[in-house]
């Protein structure tokens, strides 16, 4: 159960440690974004407003708001799956552990090709950039680790198979 990806930590633990910083790093995110929307949405209708009298009107604010609501809708996705994980990991439920690293997956790679758009759009700064990719970095090892543990779940058997072994055996 100790691993080597985790600091010869316990891999129960780590999974559980690695959820909680979802969950923070998701409600931390997630309250940026809704800052963010409330902020960016009367900009964005008043330049559409704007819009009218300018032969050529620019969408720099209604582009932030579609982004940030875009990954609001990211950052309320991986806070479910946060706790998708405490209850897998606490619970040694296999199938949890699956569905998180498999929607994991996917989210990562939606978070990647957001990263590219809002590279390329140019509404967002450098240093707002690079902290995504700091994140996806972070991803990546939280799914090492996550993979792991299911396969420490998968070889000496997921809770629900103790739980029938018992059953069977009295």
């Not at 159960?1 to 909680?20: D, E, P, R």
């Not at 950052?75 to 994980?85: D, T």
């Not at 929607?103 to 140019?122: H, P, Y």
């Not at 396969?151 to 809770?159: I, L, S, T």
Request: with cysteine.
């Amino acid at each position: 159960m100790v691993s080597s990806c985790c600091g010869l930590m316990n891999l129960q633990k780590a999974c559980i440690i690695t959820a909680s910083i979802e969950i923070v790093l998701s409600c931390a995110f997630l309250f940026y974004c809704v800052v963010t929307l409330a902020i960016e949405t009367p900009l964005a209708v008043e330049e559409r407003n704007n819009a009218v009298e300018t032969p050529d009107p620019s969408r720099f604010h209604a582009m932030r708001v579609v982004l940030s609501g875009m990954n609001a809708l990211f950052w309320i996705a991986c806070l479910f799956l946060g706790f998708i994980l405490v209850l897998g990991a606490k619970q040694r439920d296999l199938k949890r552990l699956r569905t998180w690293f498999v929607l994991t997956c996917i989210l990562s790679v939606l978070f990647i090709v957001d990263i590219f758009i809002e590279a390329f759009s140019m509404t967002a700064p450098a240093p707002a950039i690079a902290s995504p990719i700091l994140g996806t970095i972070l991803q990546c090892y939280m799914l090492w680790i996550v993979m792991e543990y299911m396969e420490f779940v998968a070889h000496n058997g997921c809770a629900t198979i103790h739980i029938k072994a018992q059953q069977e055996d009295a």
